[in-house]
């Protein structure tokens, strides 16, 4: 009677809490509601939950039965987490259980925390009983409706995608999903949404679905494996699942669809076998796009069983490609859902960007598989220990997949210089950071959890050796499978494999204090001829001013694995042993190399450590001579260099014409990760100077003289067995040697300019002739449109009939570098449609990011703000890339008008609120970089067109 109640409620979008009589003592007003945290001394252990889905309406229905342990004093207080849903507190009961035998308690009073004190936003529900109860075992059970979110991609959501048929009818179909991760989980259901409550799951679901829907066409997936094969029957599925292991409820999930899959076997080593199935839209270019998903994850699996020494623990494995998701993927335990990007892969059409894009993403998820949801951190602070270790771990299985593609070199520059770059920022925090509300939780799924969690794992796994971290992580996961875990358990569980400097002791200086170092290496040859004394300094590494509150209980010190290749005299390259430079060292260390006199050393050989490296004048002078005459050999040495060099001169430390000078050998560069890094260098001091019309012109000359070797050597077409390096680069040095020749008479140019009309003719036909210089001809053709914008109107139109979403972003951010406001002001406008393609907020960010029109964009979010903030207040990642649209700024005036503006939004900011704060230090940056150095960069650059002459 009660659930009936409800759902009269809901079918009139009414949310209100059923409510009791007027209770005439309230209760005390402060209690463990207080606490963001649930209290200590209560666990669930079991949940038996019931929902019951209205396709029709998108309305639900549900039970939840939770089993408890209470441990310690006597409590008569039961939180649990709601957000959002209908409770009906009469029905709301609750039990001692011992044994077999159910015994029902007497409730006092139930309430939310908000009605104690409203200002509270911790989400608890709580159920007082009349008296206090001891330690023992209890069940408690919650009637509740929601619904299914249709304007979020959060909680329990419906997403859907147009079929078109052959008659050109056009129909919605719809499918309801779940992302629940970090605190959503609780806007589905009742639950303990905190990571170290974790508890066997078994559901059962129901889905009524309105008549002229085919049932048989639909399926209901969960974690586990279905207990029996569903009924279908009146327009009714439902489905019961398996009990799950134990797991935190941010990585419970469902899906309901008319997808069809497909499915292999994975064997183990033992001979056991794991189910995995590839779920997807049913129209054959999707599920013939499914298959490299399929080919990949068994690899993939193989190898993670390999390097956890663990077999994967459920017995199936889905993954699930859905055409709307918040994220790039999310690892729900045993059914993993990706947005249709991320999972799927055309042979024929998809670029090699996109195949490396799904294998890391499939390598990603599938690593949480066992760090993350078989050990799991046990609060938010630790989030690092899931996503960076997953980032970490993803080469391997990339590896594994792929082996030819030698991925293990991409991680310098992919993930080292990525978190470098933040992590220097004032505004950055430390990888464990204590956190106190929803939103700070979702703020912390960032460059620093994902990019410098994954630098600082494969720094520790380097400097210990892969054998011994090898043997370390196993104990770590051994001792605490199927539970939670703090980052000291990790490091304590590597100490013991490593034997040399205390791992603990090391990696806390890395984890509890943000940023990183640079080290000064100076070089003696005269104390002692013919030998080399070596003295070693620290120092912070930071761009910008430290805020006034910046304090570090180490001081700003690391404990620093010291290693370095160098050249001797008249000699070879050589490789030296690592040293440790401690935090709690003197001033300096000296290495002393006897009979050996260096011409230079390279320190942080291979980039396998999370610092900068700096050197004395004559030492950089060395090391641009080693990079133009070979000397230097490894792409990651040669690319650390040049990051470094880069980061030093940013601050002042070298000279920045010296940085800019090290990259004149650029022409003779074929390294793709060198030649990548050197260009994005040379285009962001460009980018400094753009407002000096004839520096920005000389940058342009210089990039176009820089790629033209590359250009000339390389053919449009791509070959099979050619390695992943040859079509990054030719997309690289097409794309953006056609920007910078400023002429569309050129060859090039005209190349790509025919290749884009012949596409928009027959996009079918020809994409896959273009696959792998798709973005290089898409944005040639905005950058060279007409004044009749006749090349931006047949793309749009190419965007709105496109299916494939690698393909959407692609056009939106080609579209985004026209130079005419009014088709952007008409694009952003259509970005609100219900059926806009690839997510609304893309076209505004793509505008600031890929073209040169930060004023309309800026203008745009303002005047836009609160249709931006109702659609993504909660989801981390989108509200950080809109927010950080003024960062380009660099005069007092807008950093005035930036500030002014985020001010006054704190109330619909949400998960944005930190990102305000990282776009506010980076355009002080910029106006110190201005100051510092715009005058000497734009003198480089103009002094290039007297060196011509």
């Known amino acids: 009677m009660a659930v009936v109640g409800v759902c009269t409620l809901l079918s009139v979008a009414v949310i209100i809490s059923v409510t009791t009589s007027v209770e005439v003592d309230p209760g005390p007003l402060d209690g463990p509601w207080d606490n963001i945290r649930l209290p200590e001394n209560i666990a669930a252990k079991a949940y038996t939950m019931t929902l019951n889905i209205n396709w029709g309406t998108m309305n639900y229905t549900g039970v939840q039965e939770v089993t408890m342990e209470v441990t310690g004093d006597d409590t008569k207080y039961f939180l649990i987490h709601t957000s ?13 259980v011992v044994g077999d035998v159910v015994t029902d308690l007497d409730i006092k009073r139930t309430f939310m925390d908000t009605e104690k004190k409203p200002e509270l936003r911790h989400d608890f529900y709580v159920v007082e009983s009349t008296d206090a109860v001891p330690a023992g075992t209890y069940k408690m059970i919650i009637f509740f409706a929601g619904q299914v979110q249709t304007e979020k991609l959060t909680g329990i959501y419906r997403s859907k995608y147009i079929r078109k048929y052959q008659d050109d009818t056009e129909v919605p179909i719809y499918q309801i999903s779940t992302d629940f991760e970090p605190v959503d989980a609780r806007t589905a259901f009742p639950c303990f949404d905190e990571p170290a409550q974790k508890a066997n799951w078994t559901t059962s679901i129901k889905v009524t679905f309105p008549p002229g829907i085919d049932i048989n066409e639909y399926n209901i997936l969960s974690n586990m494996p279905l207990k029996e094969a569903p009924t279908k029957d009146n327009q009714i599925i439902s489905a019961k699942f398996k009990e799950s292991v134990p797991m935190s409820t941010y990585l419970v999930c469902f899906a309901v669809s008319d997808f069809i899959f497909k499915e292999a076997v994975h064997t183990r080593a033992d001979g056991s076998t794991v189910l995995m199935r590839v779920h997807a839209r049913r129209e054959p270019e999707f599920q013939a796009s499914a298959s490299y998903a399929l080919k990949v994850t068994p690899a993939i699996i193989k190898e993670y069983e390999k390097f956890y020494k663990v077999n994967y623990p459920l017995e199936k494995l889905d993954q699930i490609a859905l055409p709307e998701f918040n994220s790039g993927a999310m690892e729900n335990w045993g059914l993993i859902t990706y947005r249709e990007s991320s999972l799927l892969y055309n042979p024929v059409t998809s670029s090699t960007a996109e195949k490396q894009r799904v294998c890391s993403v499939i390598a990603h998820e599938v690593a949480h598989q066992w760090f993350g949801n078989l050990v799991t951190m046990a609060w938010w602070n630790d989030l690092w220990l899931n996503e960076g270790f997953a980032s970490f771990v993803e080469y391997y299985g990339i590896d594994a997949a792929e082996p030819t593609w030698n991925i293990l070199d991409f991680f310098y520059p992919d993930e080292v210089t990525t978190a470098m770059n933040f992590d220097s920022s004032p505004s950055s925090h430390p990888i464990s950071v204590q956190v106190s509300s929803p939103e700070e939780l979702s703020g912390l799924f960032d460059t620093i959890s994902y990019r410098k969690g994954s630098s600082i794992n494969w720094m520790m796994q380097k400097f210990m050796g892969d054998e011994n971290f090898a043997t370390g992580l196993e104990n770590y996961i051994a001792t605490n499978k199927y539970g939670n875990a703090y980052m000291v358990d990790l490091f304590d569980a590597l100490n013991p494999a490593y034997g040399g400097v205390n791992v603990t002791k090391v990696m806390l200086t890395w ?6 170092p640079y080290v000064t290496a100076a070089l003696d040859t005269t104390t002692t001829p013919g030998s080399t004394i070596i003295t070693l300094e620290q120092n912070r590494f930071l761009v910008g001013d430290a805020k006034e509150d910046d304090n570090s209980e180490f001081g700003y010190k690391w404990h620093i694995p010291f290693s370095y290749v160098y050249k001797v005299k008249d000699g070879a390259v050589e490789t030296g042993v690592t040293h440790w430079l401690m935090a709690d060292d003197e001033s300096s260390k000296t290495i002393t190399l006897e009979s050996k006199e260096l011409e230079w050393i390279k320190g942080n050989a291979d980039g396998n450590f999370y610092y900068l490296s700096n050197y004395e004048e004559a030492t950089w002078t060395a090391l641009a001579s080693a990079l133009q005459n070979g000397e230097l050999t490894s792409a ?28 004149k050998y650029a022409k003779a560069e074929s390294e793709y990760v060198v030649l990548s890094r050197i260009l994005s260098e040379v285009l962001t001091a460009g980018d ?24 000339v050597e390389m053919t449009w077409d791509s070959n099979e067995n050619e390695p992943i390096t040859s079509p990054k680069m030719r997309d690289m040095a097409l794309r953006n040697y056609c920007r910078a020749v400023k002429d569309k008479s050129d060859a090039y140019v005209v190349e790509a300019l025919n290749k884009f009309t012949e596409f928009a003719k027959d996009p079918a036909g020809k994409k896959s002739g273009i696959k792998d210089v798709f973005t290089t001809v898409m944005r040639t053709a905005i950058i060279y449109d007409d004044t009749e914008n006749t090349n931006w109107h047949k793309m749009w139109k190419l965007l709105q009939d496109s299916d494939w979403e690698a393909d959407q972003r692609i056009y939106i951010a080609a579209l985004a570098r026209s130079s005419n406001t009014t088709v952007l002001r008409q694009m952003i406008e259509d970005s609100f449609s219900e059926d806009a393609k690839a997510g609304t907020w893309r076209y505004l960010y793509y505008v600031s990011y890929h073209g040169d029109n930060y004023d309309l964009a800026w203008e745009l979010l303002q005047s836009r703000w609160d249709e931006y903030a109702v659609q993504y207040n909660t989801t981390s990642f989108t509200m950080g890339y809109l927010v950080q649209i003024p960062e380009v700024f660099d005069t007092q005036e807008m950093y005035d008008e930036v500030k002014k503006f985020f001010d006054g939004k704190e109330s619909n900011i949400g998960t944005g609120k930190k990102t305000v704060e990282e776009t506010l230090a980076k355009i002080k940056s910029n106006i110190k970089w201005k100051k510092e150095h715009f005058e000497s960069v734009k003198t480089w650059f103009t002094d290039l067109s007297l060196g011509s002459k």
């Open 688 to 711: 400094g100077v753009k407002s000096d019309e004839a520096a920005y012109t000389e940058l342009w000359k210089y990039v176009a003289a820089m790629l033209k070797p590359r250009v």
């Open 636 to 663: 990651t040495d040669k690319t650390s260099l040049v990051y470094d060099v880069f980061r030093l001169a940013e601050t002042a430390k070298v000279d920045y014409k010296k940085a800019l000078d090290m990259t």
């Open 84 to 96: 959002g849903l209908v409770i009906d507190k009469t029905a709301t009961t609750l039990h001692k």
């Open 511 to 516: 984890t509890l204090q943000m940023g990183f």
